[in-house]
């Protein structure tokens, strides 16, 4: 079984710069792709952007230029890095990981609690 324990939300102006790190734990022999998810008040689930062990990296267009994927493999850590955010990047973002290489064929097994990131205008 796998944890998934996200960290980094809160409030920030538009603007800002967030931070958010989703650390693995539990028993697994090792996880292909992580991903960031997001959920506004509302709307759908929406994957904000994934990346592979190998270091595929793959960014919804609403993100690219602002936000930052990366993962520490020995850590089983995955972070997003958020810049230049405005009010409607304010959601619940969730982290999910798989042991497969899940380009988004798949349905994440794994799927953290979730951090709330608000952005004030």
């Known amino acids: 079984q796998v944890q998934l324990v996200e960290s980094g939300g809160g409030l920030v102006q538009a603007g800002g710069s967030l931070r958010l790190s989703c650390a693995a734990s539990g028993s697994f022999s090792g996880l292909n792709t992580m991903a960031w998810y997001r959920q506004a008040p509302g709307k759908q689930r929406e994957r904000v952007a994934f990346i592979t062990s190998g270091g595929r990296i793959s960014y919804a267009d609403y993100v690219k230029g602002r936000f930052t994927i990366s993962r520490d493999n020995a850590k089983n850590t995955v972070f997003l890095q958020m810049n230049n955010l405005s009010p409607a990047d304010t959601a619940d973002y969730y982290c999910?990981?798989?042991?497969?290489?899940?380009?988004?064929?798949?349905?994440?097994?794994?799927w953290g609690q979730g951090t709330q990131v608000t952005v004030s205008s």
């Open positions: 999910a990981a798989d042991w497969r290489a899940n380009l988004g064929q798949y349905e994440y097994p794994y």
